[in-house]
């Protein structure tokens, strides 16, 4: 029998992890973990470690509870030490409390390692204190989304407070609260704030008054994990907050994109203070019926060289009715840290990723690290470059199914209407089809510098007659850290 650690990961930052969680997750035999434990920690794990996705995340419940406390018990039973690895705090709406329960009631033993919670680190790293003398004696941490919503919180208490109010898993229904807050009596004019990502490298704060956040944070696009605070000491971050890296404040940006609008980049770009023209130049045609089960089945490694190709790779998957586990066993490659973390989305950690983020490193990295005659599947767009197939050549078996086609979708007089008269400082192009999508229908003006993610997207510029600057690594930190150097004040 061993134990079971309720281990709190801590808001997001792995610095914010304690250092008796750390040394449980060096030492665990098996880690079971939520899509909010960062998975940075999980690289913390010894080789061998069993590492399983409990998922949960707003919509998206990859187990149910009851499923995760047998897993847990069983593990327990098995193991030496299993750790159940969870976002901030376990017991803070984390289901910790029903977990110990269950593994209490099963003669399992176990041991909460508390962790930083969200609730408080977040605000704190905005710079909102929760409690503040003379502003805020108390703070009350609350979910909008339990079995009975928001019917089963007190507005009319909260209302009148001078509690600092701080909401989890409410941002679907902040227009909501605030309305009932206000409903209740609350001054209109409180302030509040909506903060995504908290503690993160990609931490966004949105603040407005109570009765504008709804909004507000609906044109800034806010999406979860993010949290809402609501109360006086919300204006505290005007001299508390960390001074906001707006390395990039003025500059304008044409950013043409593949697919849907706003792209990660656009805003990241925007969090750093850019003003940024998006501009949807093709979109995603899906090919179904490409993957063959029994190359799925034969395969010795799967490589993948876009975020998309991963995702409509399990869509593929599923429609055969098969799941990650078709790819147990099979070396997992990624070009670069995206495409690694949407394989992570499907509870996947990639087995080798190269230093270098194209097609032909990863192609060099598996010819190294796989045996002559392997079976190499290659899920890709329509066109993606030979280069992984060329450094395969003579050595593996490639399998590329086409699983999507970027389609140019941008008009000549649409792109007239939007882009003509305008001025840039920069255009970023982010994929060989966003070139010829663009440049096949309008000129960049003059002056405009010009950035391209990779080699690839640079050799199509240059064959446009564009000279352009290349992305010291082919990712999208690379891009920031290139037009930072460029327009950082
Ligand atoms: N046990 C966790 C909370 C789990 S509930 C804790 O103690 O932090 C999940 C909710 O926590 C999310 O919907 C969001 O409201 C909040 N949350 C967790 N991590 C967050 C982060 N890094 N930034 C903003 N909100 C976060």
Same mark, same amino acid.
């Given at each position: 029998m061993g134990t079971v650690y309720l281990v709190g990961a801590g808001p997001g930052d792995p610095g914010l992890l304690t250092q008796r969680g750390l040394s449980l997750l060096r030492r665990a035999d098996c880690v079971v973990y939520?899509? !909010?434990? #960062? =998975? /940075? /920690?999980? &690289?913390?794990t010894k080789p061998g470690c069993e590492l399983i996705h409990a998922g949960k995340r707003a919509g998206r419940h990859a187990m149910e509870q009851d499923a995760i406390n047998r897993l847990l018990a069983e593990k327990g039973r098995q193991d030496a030490c299993v750790v159940r690895l969870k976002g901030g705090d376990s017991f803070v709406f984390g289901r910790g409390g029903e977990e110990g329960l269950y593994l209490r009631e099963q003669g399992v033993p176990f041991e909460v390692v508390p962790g930083v919670t969200s609730a408080i680190a977040g605000p704190a790293r905005a710079g909102i204190p929760v409690t503040h003398r003379g502003m805020a004696r108390g703070f009350r941490v609350m979910t909008a989304h339990d079995s009975g919503g928001l019917a089963n919180l007190d507005f009319d208490s909260l209302a009148h407070t001078t509690d600092t109010l701080v909401f989890l898993m409410g941002l679907g229904l902040l227009g909501e609260i605030a309305s009932r807050l206000i409903g209740a009596g609350m001054d209109p004019q409180t302030p509040a704030a909506v903060i995504e990502n &908290?503690? !993160? =490298?990609q931490q966004r704060t949105v603040r407005a008054a109570l009765a504008d956040l709804g909004r507000c944070a609906r044109e800034a696009h806010v999406r979860a994990p993010a949290l809402i605070v609501v109360g006086r000491t919300v204006s505290l971050a005007d001299r508390l &907050?960390? =001074? &906001? =890296?707006? #390395?990039?404040?003025g500059a304008r940006i044409l950013l043409p994109c593949v697919g849907e609008l706003p792209s990660r980049l656009g805003e990241r770009l925007r969090a750093r203070g850019a003003a940024v023209e998006e501009l949807a130049v093709c979109r995603v045609e899906e090919k179904t019926g490409a993957v063959r089960r029994e190359a799925v089945g034969a395969a010795d490694a799967v490589a993948f060289t876009s975020r998309r190709a991963v995702q409509l790779f399990f869509g593929a998957l599923f429609g055969l009715g098969l799941d990650a586990r078709a790819l147990a066993g099979r070396r997992i490659a990624a070009v670069g840290p995206g495409t690694q973390e949407a394989l992570r989305a499907f509870g996947l950690l990639a087995d080798c990723v190269p230093p270098v983020h194209t097609g032909e490193a990863l192609g060099a990295l598996l010819r190294e690290t796989l045996p002559r005659g392997a079976r190499v599947l290659f899920p890709r767009a329509a066109g993606a470059s030979g280069a992984l197939r060329q450094a395969l050549a003579g050595w593996a078996q490639v399998e590329d199914p086409v699983l999507y086609e970027t389609v140019p979708c941008l008009s000549a007089e649409a792109a007239a209407a939007t882009l003509d008269g305008r001025s840039f400082d920069a255009a970023v192009f982010t994929s060989g089809s966003a070139v010829r999508a663009l440049l096949g229908v309008w000129k960049l003006p003059e002056g405009c510098r010009t950035l391209a993610i990779g080699p690839k997207t640079a050799a199509r510029l240059e064959a446009c007659g564009v000279a352009c600057a290349e992305s010291p690594h082919a990712d999208l930190e690379g891009i920031l850290e290139k037009l930072e150097e460029w327009f950082h004040a």
């Open positions: 939520d899509s !909010l434990a #960062g =998975p /940075l /920690l999980l &690289a913390e &908290a503690t !993160l =490298p &907050a960390p =001074p &906001a =890296p707006r #390395g990039l404040a």
